[in-house]
């Protein structure tokens, strides 16, 4: 007999994280540690108004400094055509501002010094005779009749309106609500928020004017579609062009987009013949690169007495700041927001929304979230809990009640999704278990009677990731399919080159466990290639939760392309015709003969040794994965809080998430990715939030202000899981990144809301800051 | 955020910073923990020509109780002043204040004379110092002064300090045997300014309260000193409608600003709580003294 | 101005600018790119190292207040090649995701052990409070710390007969 086969650390198994090795030795290699012979720094120089014309700008004192090499202005870069520059959503958005700036924080003109610190010096030297302008701060104010208009320089452009988009079956969602018993409304602002990764973006331009060679190395988390975007914005031949994304500190949406630092320093570093340098300081990283949400949300749910649901109408007015470049699907205005029924059997919706120009930075980024998904989720989840106090109703009774049952997958969505798969119940019978639900009930209502208040939040998400299916999902006409390939060296190592680019996601560590399980080659010997567009398939990158629904789907498929071959190679080896070969985890058998056996690594080095006749040597391929469909992940969050009703402080003392993400690829890094998602969602809902003053100012322009919870105020979280394979996907494998921001907002505000039943209290709009909360309570009883 | 050009001085003697001092005048400033003045410097809020590097100067860093005064030393770290023996038994107020400064690696540079001398309204220490009745020690080349707190602090950012002065000594008369106090801090995260911070000190004599000291934190232009609530405290019972009168009073002697933190409202209404609160502390750690 | 420091136990001297921040000593001049810049204002703590055995923000700090002192970075956490108790259980307890706060967490970490070797999951929290992850929610990184004191005390008691 054979020695037992070693276990294949394939899918399931919680491997070490293979690029850690580096990492904990402080040898990550970051784009601040990239260092160019020659190469020079660049420092922006930014604009103080949120709305101000421009009459000149003065550059004559700075480039007299010792040491600055060039400056750059708007009027400089309008010569080479490059201005102005196309965003992601199609619109414009100017790269240095020529005419007049639009927000706080717009970039104007660049320094570039041979020193860092002198590029400063230089920019407080940099003299711009601007003339305000009124300021338009609200989405609101922006609609209104005589409003000042920001886009005056876009032709056919007339008031600060961009779009108006809608969804779902008005008609028959009038009549659902005609029909109801009880309608339950509510308005909330899901506020302005920002990713923040502890690494802000920053890129070195290395342009080599003798042979075209553009090499950028960037902190882009969509390299492949930059590299796109680059070509067609300079004009330069896209042979010609690598973008390189290295190690990314965090990018959680802030580094989809392209920036206009990244285009002045290619520009510089064309026009110098030196590499250049921009690494954004935090400050210009919170007022001027791709923030999130921004929503004013208005939503109503049609139920019949009985708890059933009938319709949902919503409306939202999005606030996109001053250049419309929202990183979403084209298709779709206000990305998958439609996916708001959730997780309920909602026969009638309808969703309308309109976008509006503010004097705010632009971005519309989804912070780790599925274009738009998060809003949506938070929205229904309020408004559920609140229709349960409305009916008179438990919350989970309701939840319960109107979940679309397992066995209706697959489901159509009044809105058109076709929801892969799900056990909403199971999810949520877990979690209520696993919190005590019950016993906190008997709690909540004793600590009551004393005059504590107890709070407990649901929330039980649908989300919508792995954009998608080539006939609806594109970004500027790009279909959003991603590429692997893979190639088997003699030695039975393998090489997988894929279009995703991790930013501590543990790609390297992950699709090598995809192919370990298709190919039963172990992990560690295979090494995963990512982020330098000379060297990897094309694809559209690591956003939306949708690496591993896109690549990790296309890893498998190209595994398993290979293994057709190396099926062929097997029966060559063994002697037997291919229909006699069987495979099992990294070994080929012969049918009835299991002792006849070949591993991957024989037939890996046959494929360059010993192949047939008339077979091409060599054992690698390639895929370029189309999704049939999306992938819906699902779960639901519990979450208790106490309040202090004296002082509207609030603690956290449960937070307990059951998440299905379909199969798991390796756990360990699945409840890693849910801890960081719940850690940032509840950082939504308790403090971080970019706000202005009727100025335009950015307030939360430094981490004093921008609050990130540290580890004293960021709750412990208790992780379960349940299953449900999703059928539209090779390895029945969801996506997980973004799954608790998505849904655990909600949970936590749904908690206070809970807790401040008894007096009176329906909604605080994020995030809950203990004045909000004390003057909510305020508020509600006054009006008592 | 880089700073401007400067000349560094690595002072090895206080005659040597003073001298130092009285030479640059109003050009230079003093480097001690740096945790307010390099940010300053990096937003190029502040671009002095020269810093005066007070951190090798021997003997500015004791904690030492003696003759009913504990003399603290201006280049003492937060930390090491949370850490300390005689603080931790004797001195609530400060054992309470000293660990909600910024965060725990801010507190291993910054000092207690560098928060004083940075004046902020929503600092902390200022507010403990007043309730404790503590004064400050300046020198310079001209000689010695010692000020009260409370004529130390003058405005936002401003201390009555002389720009060739070094603050090199703090003051605080020692706590008779029944003394007890404590400081409550509503900040929105580790790290922040205080949205409200109030820092209570009572001493008892016989079952009546011999003196109330109170700080107010992020309620006005600088830390507030609620005069007439220590007044109303003073020689009184400590009874639960005493503090609440006193919370009251407290209260309504500070002017804070809505901003982000909270409205003047929520501010004003957590001074009355968190001044009850605190005086209810204080007199549960004075009791049990 | 001219500045000795010990980095990492070697003494290397290098001529600066006063302005110079001690982030831009250890990462520019002297090569050591492990410590990282986040935030500018000492509230990520990403550039943390050791100065004499204290952990500082090294971004709010001159380098010429660094002369004659010892400073430790990430690179300086493993000796002759050997990982650190610390760097073992950040790799075992999945403590890092990005790993651009890691090395900051690391070495707060390990400074926690040798003041407290026996570290509750509020003392680990609390001495971490000035150092902002957005990937991991903190719990691994909590954990991984722990983990590194039961290995230290592990690796110091007397091997049983």
């Known amino acids: 007999m054979a020695a037992e086969p070693e276990v294949i650390r394939g899918i399931g198994h919680s491997v070490k994280r293979k690029e850690d090795d580096r990492f904990i030795r402080g040898k990550g290699n970051y784009i601040d540690d990239i260092k160019l012979p020659g190469m020079l720094h660049m420092a922006i120089l930014r604009s103080p108004f949120a709305h101000a014309k421009i009459n000149g700008v003065d550059v004559s004192k700075a480039q007299g400094v010792p040491g600055v090499v060039a400056v750059v202005t708007g009027d400089l870069m309008a010569q080479h055509n490059l201005a102005w520059m196309p965003t992601l959503s199609g619109d414009t958005q100017a790269v240095l501002a020529t005419d007049k700036v639009r927000f706080q924080g717009q970039e104007v003109a660049a320094v570039i010094a041979d020193d860092p610190y002198v590029a400063k010096d230089a920019l407080e030297l940099i003299d711009v005779d601007y003339e305000p302008l009124d300021v338009v701060v609200t989405p609101q104010r922006a609609l209104e009749p005589g409003a000042p208009l920001i886009r005056d320089e876009k032709e056919g452009q007339s008031d600060n309106h961009i779009y108006h988009w809608e969804s779902g079956d008005k008609e028959a969602t009038d009549k659902a609500f005609a029909e109801a018993d009880t309608v339950v409304a509510l308005d909330t602002h899901y506020p302005r928020s920002h990713p923040s990764p502890v690494e802000t973006c920053g890129c070195v331009a290395d342009v080599d004017a003798a042979t075209g060679q553009t090499t950028i190395y960037m902190t882009s988390q969509a390299p492949h579609a930059i590299r796109t975007v680059f070509a067609l914005v300079a004009g330069l031949p896209e042979e010609n062009i690598r973008i390189f994304s290295p190690d990314i500190g965090g990018g959680f949406g802030n580094k989809v987009p392209v920036y206009p630092g990244y285009v002045v320093a290619t520009a510089a570093s064309l026009l110098l013949g030196h590499p250049v340098k921009w690494i954004e300081e935090r400050t210009e990283n919170l007022i001027s690169t791709g923030f999130a949400r921004d929503f004013h949300m208005h939503g109503e749910m049609a139920l019949k007495r009985d708890g059933t649901m009938l319709g949902l109408r919503v409306s939202l007015l999005a606030d996109e700041g001053a250049f419309h470049a929202d990183a979403q699907p084209s298709k779709f205005k206000v990305g998958l927001f439609h996916i708001v029924t959730g997780s309920y059997d909602l026969p009638a919706a309808h969703v309308e929304a309109d976008g509006a120009y503010t004097n705010k930075a632009p971005g519309g980024v989804a912070y780790r979230c599925s274009f738009r998904v998060t809003e949506a989720s938070y929205l229904i989840e309020r408004l559920v809990q609140n229709a349960a106090y409305e009916l008179g109703m438990d919350p989970s009774e309701l939840r319960l009640k109107n979940f679309i049952k397992p066995e209706q997958f697959p489901y159509i969505s009044a809105t058109g999704f076709e929801y892969d798969s799900g056990d909403y119940h199971g999810a949520m019978n877990l979690a209520l278990e696993k919190v005590g639900y019950q016993d906190l009930l008997k709690e909540q209502e004793a600590a009551r009677a004393e005059g504590k208040l107890i709070g407990i939040g649901l929330a039980s998400f649908t989300e919508v990731v792995g954009a998608g299916p080539h006939k609806d999902y594109d970004i500027l006409g790009l279909k959003m399919n991603d590429g692997a390939e893979l190639r088997i060296h003699p030695t039975g190592k393998a090489i997988l080159k894929i279009s995703s680019q991790t930013q501590g996601q543990g790609h390297e560590t992950t699709f090598a466990q995809i192919v370990a399980e298709e190919l039963g080659i172990q992990p560690e010997d295979i090494k995963v290639q990512h982020g330098d567009t000379d060297n990897t398939p094309y694809g559209l990158g690591t956003y939306a939760s949708r690496s591993t629904p896109t690549v990790g789907a296309a890893t498998a498929m190209v595994a398993r392309r290979v293994r057709e071959k190396a099926i062929k190679l097997a029966a060559h080896l063994l002697e037997v015709s291919e229909d006699d070969v069987e495979y099992d985890k990294g070994r080929f058998f012969v049918k009835g003969a299991p002792d006849q056996v070949k591993t991957i690594q024989d037939v890996a080095f046959a494929a360059y040794t010993n192949f047939p006749d008339g077979m091409e040597s060599g054992l690698e391929g390639v895929y370029y994965y189309d999704p049939p469909n999306l992938t819906f992940p699902f779960g639901t969050y519990a979450v208790v809080v106490e309040v202090d009703a004296e002082t509207g402080e609030w603690k956290v003392r449960r937070v307990v998430a059951v998440d299905d993400c379909g199969v798991r690829i390796n756990p360990m890094i699945v409840e890693g990715q849910i801890h960081g998602g719940l850690a940032e969602g509840f950082a939504i809902a308790a403090m971080e939030q970019i706000t202005f003053d009727e100025s335009g100012n950015c307030i939360g322009s430094t981490f004093l202000d921008y609050l990130i919870p540290t580890a004293w105020e960021t709750p412990r979280f208790e992780t379960f899981e349940t299953v449900t394979p999703s059928p539209h996907h090779p390895i029945g494998a969801k996506g997980v990144g973004e799954s608790a921001t998505v849904g655990s907002p909600a949970a936590f505000v749904n908690a206070v809301i809970d807790a401040l039943q008894p007096l009176g209290v329906k909604n605080i709009d994020m995030p809950l800051t203990s004045a909000r909360v004390w003057e909510a309570i305020q508020a509600a009883q006054g009006g008592a | ?289 | 101005m001219k500045v000795t420091v010990k980095v990492n136990g070697v003494e290397r001297t290098a001529d600066v600018e006063s302005r110079l921040l001690l982030v831009h000593l250890i990462r520019e001049v002297l090569g050591l790119t492990g410590t990282h810049i986040g935030c500018d204002t000492t509230h990520c703590g990403a550039c943390t190292v050791l100065l004499d055995g204290t952990p500082v923000k090294s971004c709010t700090m001159f380098g010429v207040q660094a002369d004659g002192r010892e400073i430790t970075t990430v690179e300086g956490l493993a000796t002759n090649g050997q990982l650190d108790a610390v760097q073992e259980a950040f790799k075992e307890e999945h403590g890092l995701q990005c790993g651009f706060c890691t090395p900051a967490m690391m070495l707060v970490g390990a400074s926690l052990l040798e003041r407290n070797p026996d570290p509750t999951e509020d003392d680990v929290r609390w001495a971490i409070s000035g150092n902002i992850c957005r990937c991991t929610g903190y719990m691994n990184i909590v954990k991984a710390i722990q983990t590194a004191a039961r290995a230290k005390a592990a690796a110091s008691e007397p091997a049983s007969v």
Do not use: W
Not at chain 2, 118 to 139: F, I, Q
Not at chain 2, 241 to 254: I, Q, V
């Open chain 2, 1 to 289: 955020m880089l700073p401007a050009s400067f000349e560094y001085h690595r002072a090895s003697s206080l005659e040597e910073a003073l001298d130092l001092l009285s030479t640059f005048g109003e050009g230079a400033k003093v480097l001690a923990g740096g945790q307010s003045l390099i940010p300053l410097m990096k937003l190029r809020f502040a671009s002095p020509e020269h810093l005066v590097d007070v951190n090798h100067i021997a003997g500015l860093d004791g904690i030492a109780e003696a003759d009913g005064v504990l003399r603290i030393g201006s280049l003492v770290r937060h930390n090491a002043l949370a850490a300390s023996d005689v603080i931790g038994a004797r001195y609530p107020t400060i054992a309470a204040a000293a660990p909600q400064v910024a965060d725990p690696i801010v507190r291993n540079l910054g000092t207690i004379g560098g928060s004083l001398a940075h004046a902020d309204p929503a600092g902390d220490l200022g507010s403990v110092m007043l309730a404790l009745g503590a004064s400050v020690v300046l020198r310079s080349t001209r000689g010695e002064r010692t000020l009260p707190m409370s004529e130390f602090l003058v405005d936002t950012f401003e201390t009555a300090i002389s720009a060739d002065e070094i603050l090199t000594e703090i003051r605080v008369p020692a706590p008779s045997a029944r003394a007890g106090g404590t400081y409550l801090k509503l900040e929105r995260k580790v790290g922040d300014f205080a949205t409200v911070g109030v820092a209570v000190y009572l001493v008892l004599s016989n079952g009546t309260i011999e003196r109330a000291g109170i700080g107010l934190t992020g309620v006005g232009l600088k830390n507030i000193e609620p005069e007439q609530a220590e007044a109303a405290l003073a020689g009184a019972e400590p009874t639960e409608e005493r503090f609440a009168e006193a919370a009251r009073l407290a209260a309504e002697a500070s002017h804070p600003a809505s901003d982000v933190r909270g409205s003047a409202e929520y501010k004003r209404h957590m001074v009355d709580i968190y001044v009850r609160r605190g005086l209810s502390t204080a007199f549960d750690s004075a009791r049990a003294a």
